[in-house]
């Protein structure tokens, strides 16, 4: 298994351009979500999913979209990139009803907006 | 809801010494908890889980973490520290009914050889 993949690993957008951030997993995990990572910050949640076709926000979720039209997949859609959205992002999967269950996080995407 | 704190940015010690990272926890019911390190230039990856039963937990690279369900903290510890332990460690919190865990804004280790 390749477990959580993400990309691209780095990425350097203009102020009000558009992106996506892919994010897959291999393991069949009901549970899929995004987190940005900022010195002093720790780990953020911005969006989740419960499974396909559900999604829902986390703490900081504007100026993002998500969809879940696979368990497999879970892209994040950066509408109008802003400086203050410059951060890594880390995608992670989790198995659904054992709330036991441990996260596995991918690799993260490194973005810089100018 | 569920919060974490962890009250140090960065814990220094020395290697061979034991090492202590501190982990405080807010619930409502019982807490599902966790360890994670991030290597530089890495994702999270997990050490070990309190879910129920002893209160000492044992995971990997020899790391382990004591719940202390009165003082609502889950410590994670080490007996003797590495210079490759030095990492950023993250503690995480799930709560019955909750999809998500919460994490602390993480703890720097540094092992000084």
């Known amino acids: 298994n390749a477990g959580v993949t993400q990309t691209p690993k780095f990425q350097v957008l203009k102020t009000g351009q558009s992106m996506t951030l892919q994010c897959a997993q291999d393991m069949n995990h009901e549970y899929m979500s995004w987190y940005r990572q900022d010195p002093g910050m720790g780990l953020r949640l911005i969006h989740y999913?419960?499974?396909?076709?559900?999604?829902d926000q986390g703490e900081v979720p504007n100026g993002y979209n998500v969809s879940r039209s696979t368990t497999e997949d879970f892209p994040l859609r950066l509408l109008s990139a802003a400086p203050s959205q410059t951060s890594v992002y880390f995608c992670?999967?989790?198995?659904?009803?054992?709330?036991?269950?441990?996260?596995?996080f991918g690799p993260g995407t490194r973005l810089l907006v100018l | 809801a569920q919060s974490v704190a962890q009250p140090e940015d960065q814990v220094n010690v020395a290697e061979g010494n034991p090492l202590t990272v501190k982990c405080t926890y807010s619930v409502s019911g019982n807490p599902y908890l966790f360890w994670y390190v991030q290597y530089p230039n890495r994702g999270l990856q997990f050490l070990l889980k309190y879910i129920t039963g002893d209160n000492l937990v044992k995971g990997s690279y020899g790391f382990e973490a004591e719940f202390n369900k009165s003082q609502t903290s889950f410590h994670l510890k080490k007996p003797s520290a590495l210079v490759s332990d030095s990492a950023l460690y993250f503690c995480?919190?799930?709560?019955?009914?909750?999809?998500?865990?919460?994490f602390g804004r993480g703890t720097s280790l540094i092992v000084h050889p």
């Open positions: 995480a919190v799930r709560e019955g009914g909750s999809y998500i865990p919460t």
């Open positions: 999913s419960v499974g396909a076709g559900i999604t």
């Open positions: 992670a999967s989790s198995s659904q009803g054992r709330q036991q269950e441990t996260q596995y």
